[in-house]
């Protein structure tokens, strides 16, 4: 029978199974846990009595209520502290590998787990956060889970799934892309189109020639987003660009154990002519630059157009248009005003998103040796210690901080703000991140998703622009 | 976990689309250890102003409301984050079902992790319960999977796992571990530590 590569990683995953109609047995290969989904987690274990079933499996990071400021300080936040301490004290209780907050591995756990050699193709991996998706990204199955969940897998290693549907997602390109059209754009544009559900109760493939031609980080950034379409994962089959990203991380496999792993993941791809039961083509050339109007990832339009009526947006969808309407109000925002139009008070470059090397290099070229306008507050958050390292190496720092941006330390900081950075109430921010719901970056704050490049420019001029006229 | 018995209450109309975890209880309130105590929170942003006063025309805050014990809601509800404090808070406040017309997978996944049925039906109907039937008992038989308003019946869909589950309170992690031959025997045929 012809696979995809979740049909052959899935199958290779199966401990237990009834049939196609009830959740069958998966072992989990990686298990990801991090300070605020894991806590009740190892309360549960206690309580029965039970162990980690293979901790050697299991890795730990404080990212989501770390300070992204100095940390030789003491924290202040006395909850966000304790709840880091009780995570030492799990990693320490059960032995599992905490790359705690001084660690030089620490950072988001979607960007430590691929820059680490811990996301591998081929395997599960899981974590008690939705943008688990990232990890697809190697071909690994990666998808997000619910602290009973992370439970279970530390207990059981394994999972009760049933299969989802095979959904692709054939991006094609003939333009060479340039540095204004990001995957960030691509990656939105498809939500545009889709919706927060249109990848529900699905496994979304990445494929065709655009995304053969990028770059790891930049496929990360593609599959990290299929969540907010509503899909259970994303993913790329393993190619060259892959095993080579793969070489010679710290905790990739060596030597000979990596090329007799090189045949088996030469094999890990779909099937010519395999069956998906959706299946949907995007012409990257006609992609360009897209800004979040709203209060979901589908509310997006491109940076040329006009703020949309809700009636417009809705195309007759009556709960679409109260939602449309809801979300107007929150961002305090007027039909048919150009995007261009609306100025900004924060920018912020960070998240799993489009807080890697590559990000922060793009961005550096937008604000080398321009200044952050003085209407804006800008800051970089690195996705993990590494990244900071290489960008420091790079003279990246320089560059941003000269331009009068913030330099962070590393964490998911503004992304959620669940640390003390956080938007004030009214405070309108370009985003790098995923998510613009109500709040999400500080009570009342507005959320404007856009790419790095995007934010870069944004910050600058003090309102957004399309930055394909900066390149 | 309880089980699962029949339930019999009016229900809560929040009439809004894409609900996501983020508003189903706000990020400042994750960083608590245990899983109850998150009632209080459900809602917050929508549920209180600035100075933590209830807001007085949020659906929770009305008193002819309170008590009830089915949430209906519309599509999309619980999209966003993995955060399970979304479910352990709207089981903190009370609720015990579900009812609308469309789910996030994982949010749906956490419900039944802790007891809570999610109950899927299809747009008309949920309209017509919107429409007329938000004053009226509904009456929820997970056994014979229906949802009885007035003479209105209507047959919904479950998994038979997650049913059985449900019905019968089962710790999943207690079952999962019966399968010990199975996981064993996967180890040692595929060795999961592939690193080094
Ligand atoms: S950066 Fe944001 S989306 Fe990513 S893991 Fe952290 S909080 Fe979640």
């Known amino acids: ?471 | 976990m309880e089980p699962f018995s029949n339930l019999k209450s009016k229900p809560v109309p929040l009439d809004i689309v894409n609900v996501d975890t983020d508003q189903i209880i706000p990020k400042q309130f994750l960083k608590l250890l245990g899983k109850t105590g998150y009632g209080k929170y459900l809602f917050y942003n929508w549920r209180y102003d600035e100075n933590g006063n209830a807001k007085p025309d949020f659906i929770l805050n009305l008193s002819e409301f309170e008590g009830r014990t089915i949430l209906l809601t519309r599509e999309h509800f619980g999209i966003g984050s993995s955060r399970e404090h979304a479910v352990w808070a709207i089981k903190d406040f009370g609720f015990k079902a579900i009812l609308g017309t469309s789910f996030a997978d994982i949010f749906y996944n956490n419900c039944f992790k802790n007891g809570i049925l999610v109950v899927k039906l299809d747009k008309d109907k949920i309209d017509h319960i919107f429409l007329e039937k938000t004053n009226k008992n509904i009456e929820i038989d997970l056994l014979n999977q229906t949802i009885k308003i007035d003479s209105d019946i209507y047959n919904f869909d479950i998994d038979s796992t997650l049913k059985s589950y449900l019905m019968e309170g089962v710790d999943e992690i207690s079952t999962t571990l019966k399968f010990e031959n199975a996981i064993e025997k996967y180890e040692i045929d595929n060795d999961p530590l592939i690193f080094n």
Request: charged share 20%; net charge negative.
């Open chain 1, 1 to 471: 029978m012809l696979k995809t590569v979740y049909d052959k990683i899935w199958d290779n995953h199966l401990v237990y199974s009834y049939d196609d109609k009830h959740p069958s047995l998966i072992y989990i290969d990686r298990h990801f846990i991090h300070e605020v989904t894991s806590p009740q987690a190892f309360d549960g274990l206690r309580m029965y009595n039970r162990k980690v079933r293979k901790p050697a499996l299991t890795f730990a990071t404080v990212d989501h209520n770390v300070p992204t400021t100095n940390r030789s300080l003491p924290m202040v936040d006395e909850i966000s502290s304790l709840q880091i301490k009780t995570l030492q004290k799990n990693c320490q209780d059960f032995g599992i590998t905490l790359f705690d907050i001084n660690d030089q591995y620490q950072g988001i756990v979607h960007v430590i787990g691929p820059e680490l050699g811990l996301t591998l193709p081929g395997t599960t991996i899981v974590c008690g956060d939705s943008h688990t998706s990232t990890h697809g990204a190697f071909g690994a199955l990666a998808f997000g889970i619910g602290t009973s969940e992370v439970e279970h897998v530390l207990a059981t290693q394994c999972l009760w799934m049933k299969k989802a549907k095979n959904f692709e997602i054939i991006l094609n390109n003939t333009l060479k892309n340039d540095l204004a059209i990001s995957a960030k754009d691509v990656i939105l544009s498809i939500i545009k189109n889709i919706g927060t559900s249109g990848g529900s109760g699905s496994v979304i493939e990445y494929r065709g020639s655009f995304i053969s031609n990028l770059s790891m980080e930049k496929r990360m950034t593609i599959c990290n987003m299929s969540i907010e379409a509503g899909a259970r994962a994303g993913l790329v089959s393993p190619d060259e660009v892959t095993f080579n990203y793969l070489r010679d991380k710290p905790y990739s496999p060596k030597n000979e154990s990596f090329e007799r792993l090189l045949n088996e993941w030469r094999e890990l791809r779909s099937d010519n002519n395999a069956k998906y039961d959706q299946s949907i083509l995007l012409n990257v050339d006609n992609v360009i630059p897209q800004v979040t109007w709203g209060t979901n990832p589908a509310m997006t339009i491109d940076v040329t157009s006009t703020i949309p009526n809700p009636d417009e947006y809705a195309k007759g969808n009556e709960e679409e248009k109260k939602s449309a309407v809801r979300a107007l109000e929150y961002m305090d925002l007027i039909p048919g005003i150009p995007i261009t139009d609306i100025s900004i008070d924060r920018v912020f470059i960070g998240s799993c998103t489009n807080a890697r090397l590559e990000d922060l290099i793009e961005a550096s070229i937008i604000v080398k040796d321009k200044k952050v306008s003085p209407n804006v507050k800008a800051m970089v958050v690195p996705g993990s210690q590494q990244v900071k390292l290489s960008a420091e190496k790079l003279g990246l720092d320089t560059i941003f901080m000269n331009a009068g941006f913030e330099w962070r330390e590393s964490g998911c900081s503004m992304c959620l703000g669940m640390n003390p950075d956080i938007l004030s109430p009214g405070e309108r921010c370009a985003s790098t991140s995923n998510r613009n719901f109500e709040g999400r970056q500080g009570t009342g704050g507005r959320t404007h998703l856009v790419s790095p490049v995007m934010a870069a420019a944004a910050a600058i001029v003090g309102k957004f622009v399309d930055v394909r006229e900066w390149i």
